[in-house]
């Protein structure tokens, strides 16, 4: 859409804004517990950023999922550890070694935005205008990512339940005590 | 080859001239195989054999190295084997010699007669081929190496005849024979550098024959090495010819002179390197140091080696180069006044000497020093007669020296008695004893002073003869040497000459006085135990002594035409080294009246006879006392007898600091610090090095690892937006 | 909004690499991994717009599979951490050789 009213645009830069910022916090934070804190902000913002860009169903699964789950599996292995203090190692390294990690992404965010500067012509519609609007409009916002979800990518859907499988049994068994008896 | 078909020799015995070295290289295979295998299979009961005439460069060192008093019980094994085919083989090629020079003589020769084996190296422009050439030059030659070497094997066979190095003797006699006929009878330089090595190698092996004393042993490696220094002038002199004049043969070179100019730089450069080489290996200033030292060697190898051929060589390269030289009058003139000093500078040495052996190994030096005046001045002919007549009676000089140290062995052996064999202090009134070698010996002696009708007047005549006359009107006399003019330096080498001449006969009177006249300075017993040596030493020192007497008629001057034919020797060289000596003598041949003859011969024979008489007037060898009880030597005399102390200079001066410079620069510098620190251990330290950083790659850390997935991503994002 | 939110992801996800090479802890490790994870995300859906629903029923796989390997990783830290009392990436080089 190209006019997009103030009020739109506003919020989306502010969403935006408050990710880097968390991003920025959340790499430089001591502290798990308080890294994983700001992750969970940036997330939100990034949900927010979801919901703008047409994808609603996509923002209340990122809620659930990564806010809900994911970190929530993080928290509390960070809880069974005990290593919510902050410590000395989660200090980022040397003076040397985070100017080089900054050059490093600088670097590579220069080559990305050439890369997408000539791979991606702006505003060229493949699948038409306002499709993404009478998607929803015609099955509704849980509709529109389950129409493909079950009938073009059955097979990548059934795979991921496999998958799903495969780790709850690898995790199950690589987080298991060890027994008194030798492997 | 010849000039037009085929060589008139071609259909004579001389075609057979290849077996000539075949013969003493098959008594040498045959001799070297006994010998490994007597020594392989030394049984538990074979006595120590060490024992026999054995003598050493310094008698002290002998008599100190724990010798003990053990006989010799019996002969070394396979010697009748070796008795037969060690002299055998030699005295097969002296008859084949004396074969081919009868029909040499009956044949008109102009041009050599060359023999092609095989191809040897042609490489490029440059074809040097195996090739014998049999000029008159090269059949006097093979005559006098076979002649001479028979004679002294034969002698070996008495005198080596308890060694248990027997066959091996033989064997490394026989090999030195075989590469002198290749160096006389080679087409080209490059053969004949094959035999001047050949020799050198020859003599490193006799000189230290008895190996296990560390002197003699010393005494083959400074042999061969002074040698091999001179040698390096002869390549240099090769290298020259060949990139000058595009061949190595003889023939062709003496063909092809005419492009070279003389009197000019480069022939002048070639000549005076192939002087170089003909110092070293005969033994004139500056590198005769080892022949002296050589008398290590058991004395037949002195009498062969060091009297009559290998130190010959270098004469007989000059006279071959004859061409070369008669175009260089610079370098002529050194030639003869090197050899003119190096006569006068040894025989001063050699009049103060006491071991029998170091005399006449200094008088061999200035003897050489004659030839090489005879050679330099120009008179090819008369370097060559005097190369004869010096092997005649300088081999009976040594072979007679042989006699007297083993009978000195053997009265030692009886008494068990350590003292020096060799010492004439120790030796006294041998002619008792000994007749027939004190006859030998006198005979020899008169003729090495030069007193008529031996055979060493009249070719040291002919040689100072020569100095004299081409003293004038040669292109010796109006060239410059060294700022002098020509006529000056010859007549001043001719002075020298005589004074040699005069020292000459003194020192060898002295040897002939002290030891064989006065009173024996040995005991009562030894002097019981004294007799004449076998028949086997004995001949062929008589057979010698025949030689001295009558060898003088190989060239009687022209004065002496009453005595028979005159300039045998000349006319047979003229083919040969004739134009040589006219291209010195500017064109004609000097024909000095026969008053200038008979006033020369004159001055000389006056001075011979001086000599005799001072030694027999100053000398007094009745005072003489044992060497042990010698009183040390003070002042000049002291100079003469440490002979110099030259080989003191040269180790301080040269040995010294190429010793110390090979260790710490070569050695230290050089071969540790760069090749093998530099380039070995330092590319292993590279190699590990890349070896480290690859290591690095699989450290473990799984940082490192991620920072490697970063890098990688952008190396590669790098790649597609700079498409 | 295409390339405000192409932006945002590039800026997101860059940060998310400056993490994983400047941290030590292994945890904070996984969660920038995570962090890059939502940037892509959201490369994903801005783009669907343009490119038809394909993307954002991948961004749903994304967090079907980040889920997984987030409990699976989980394990293996825990695992680690019984094993070596530490999750400093400085002690935990058992992969050397």
Not at chain 2, 422 to 430: C, E, H, L, T, V
Request: charged share 10%.
């Amino acid at each position: 859409m190209d006019n997009y009213g103030l009020f739109y645009q506003f919020h989306f830069y502010l969403f935006g804004i408050i990710a880097i910022v968390a991003a920025v916090t959340f790499v430089t934070r001591k502290s798990p517990v308080a890294a994983a804190m700001w992750l969970v902000v940036v997330m939100f913002c990034l949900a927010a950023e979801y919901v703008m860009l047409d994808a609603q169903f996509i923002a209340a699964m990122q809620v659930l999922l990564y806010a809900g789950a994911i970190m929530v599996i993080f928290l509390f292995v960070i809880m069974l550890l005990n290593l919510g203090e902050a410590s000395d190692i989660a200090d980022v390294r040397g003076i040397w070694g985070k100017l080089l990690a900054g050059f490093v992404g600088l670097v590579l965010l220069a080559e990305v935005g050439v890369l997408t500067r000539t791979g991606i012509p702006s505003g060229k519609f493949v699948v038409g205008r306002d499709y993404l609007g009478a998607q929803l409009a015609r099955y509704g916002a849980v509709g529109a990512v389950a129409k493909p979800l079950y009938q073009d990518y059955a097979l990548a859907f059934e795979l991921t339940s496999v998958l799903l499988l495969v780790a709850i049994s690898g995790a199950v068994i690589l987080g298991r005590k060890e027994s008194t008896s030798a492997r | 080859m010849a000039i037009s078909g085929v060589h008139p020799l071609a259909a004579t015995i001389a075609a057979w001239m290849w077996l000539l070295p075949v013969f003493p290289l098959l008594g040498f295979i045959i001799n070297g195989a006994l010998s490994m295998y007597s020594s392989a299979h030394i049984g538990p009961a074979d006595p120590d054999m060490g024992h026999g005439g054995h003598d050493s460069a310094d008698g002290e060192a002998h008599a100190a190295s724990g010798h003990g008093d053990s006989h010799s019980v019996g002969k070394p094994r396979f010697a009748s084997i070796v008795t037969i085919v060690g002299p055998g083989v030699i005295f097969l090629s002296f008859l084949l010699a004396a074969a081919m020079f009868f029909a040499m003589r009956g044949v008109d020769m102009t041009t050599p007669f060359v023999q092609k084996y095989w191809s040897w190296m042609p490489v490029g422009d440059l074809q040097i081929d195996f090739a014998f050439q049999l000029d008159q030059l090269s059949m006097l030659m093979v005559l006098i190496v076979t002649g001479v070497s028979t004679l002294i094997h034969i002698f070996s066979v008495g005198y080596m005849g308890e060694d248990e190095g027997f066959a091996r003797f033989f064997s490394y006699l026989n090999l030195f024979v075989f590469f002198m006929l290749l160096l006389v009878l080679a087409n080209n330089y490059a053969l004949l550098y094959v035999g001047w090595e050949g020799v050198s190698l020859c003599s490193y092996l006799l000189v230290g024959f008895w190996f296990k004393d560390k002197v003699n042993a010393d005494a083959g490696k400074k042999a061969f090495l002074v040698n091999r220094i001179g040698d390096v002038g002869l390549l240099i002199g090769m290298f020259l010819l060949f990139a000058n004049l595009g061949s190595l043969d003889f023939t062709t070179l003496a063909a092809s002179t005419g492009s070279l100019q003389v009197g000019g730089a480069l022939v002048t450069t070639i000549c005076l390197f192939f002087f170089f080489g003909c110092t070293g290996k005969s033994a004139q200033l500056p590198l005769y140091v080892w022949l002296p030292d050589a008398m290590a060697g058991p004395t037949p190898v002195s009498a062969l080696i060091h009297a009559a051929t290998m130190v010959t060589a270098g004469v007989y390269l000059v006279v071959r180069s004859s061409f070369l030289f008669s175009m260089a009058p610079v370098a002529s003139i050194t030639v003869a006044v090197v050899g003119a000093i190096t006569a006068l500078f040894s025989a001063t040495i050699a009049i103060k000497q006491w071991d029998i052996k170091k005399v006449l190994a200094y008088s061999t030096v200035s003897q050489l020093g004659y030839m090489f005046i005879g050679v330099g001045v120009g008179a090819y002919s008369a370097g060559v007669f005097h190369l004869a007549t010096h092997a005649f009676f300088k081999g009976l000089l040594f072979l007679g020296a042989g006699s007297v140290i083993y009978t000195m062995h053997a009265a030692y052996h009886h008494s068990g008695n350590h003292a020096d064999a060799q010492d004439m202090r120790n030796m006294g009134g041998m002619r008792k004893a000994m007749p027939v070698t004190w006859v030998m010996m006198w005979i020899a002696t008169l003729a090495i002073s030069g007193v008529p009708p031996f055979a060493g007047f009249f070719s040291k005549d002919s040689i100072l003869g020569a100095a004299f006359e081409h003293s004038h009107d040669s292109i010796l006399s109006s060239a410059t040497w060294l700022g002098m003019s020509g006529h000056t330096v010859l007549l001043g080498v001719y002075v020298f000459g005589l004074a040699g001449a005069l020292l000459t006969a003194v020192y060898m009177t002295r040897l002939m006085l002290y030891t064989f006249h006065g009173p024996s300075r040995a005991t009562e017993a030894e002097q019981h135990a004294m007799h004449e040596a076998p028949w086997t030493m004995t001949g062929p020192i008589v057979v010698l002594g025949v030689l001295s007497l009558a060898g003088g008629w190989l060239n009687l001057p022209s004065v002496a035409s009453f005595l028979g034919p005159v300039g045998s020797l000349d006319k047979w060289l003229n083919p040969v080294v004739g134009s040589a000596t006219l291209a010195i003598t500017n064109g004609t041949a000097i024909e000095a009246s026969h008053g200038v003859e008979l006033t020369l011969i004159g001055i000389a024979v006056l001075i011979a006879i001086a000599g005799i008489v001072i030694a027999f007037v100053a000398l007094k060898p009745a005072k003489l006392v044992t060497k042990d009880q010698s009183p040390g030597e003070h002042g000049f005399e002291k100079v003469l007898a440490e002979k110099y102390y030259v080989d003191e200079i040269y180790e301080a001066g040269l040995v010294h600091p190429a010793f110390v410079t090979a260790k710490n620069v070569l050695w230290r510098g050089l071969d540790v610090g760069i090749i093998d620190n530099l380039f070995v251990n330092g590319s292993a330290a590279v190699a590990r090095g890349f070896a480290w950083i690859g290591a690095q790659i699989q450290n473990g850390s799984t940082g490192a690892y991620a920072w490697g997935i970063a890098l990688g991503a952008i190396v590669l994002l790098s790649v597609f937006s700079f498409r | 909004m295409l390339a405000e939110s192409l932006g945002l992801s590039a800026i997101l996800f860059v940060i998310g690499v400056i993490g994983v090479l400047t941290r030590r802890n292994a945890i904070i490790i996984f969660l920038c991994v995570e962090l890059m994870l939502n940037a892509v995300n959201l490369t994903f859906v801005a783009l669907s717009r343009y490119y038809g629903m394909g993307g954002q029923v991948f961004v749903l796989f994304v967090m079907t599979v980040a889920a997984a390997e987030a409990a699976v990783g989980l394990a293996i830290i825990i695992s680690i951490f019984r094993h070596k009392q530490t999750v400093d990436l400085r002690n935990i080089n058992v992969m050397k050789g």
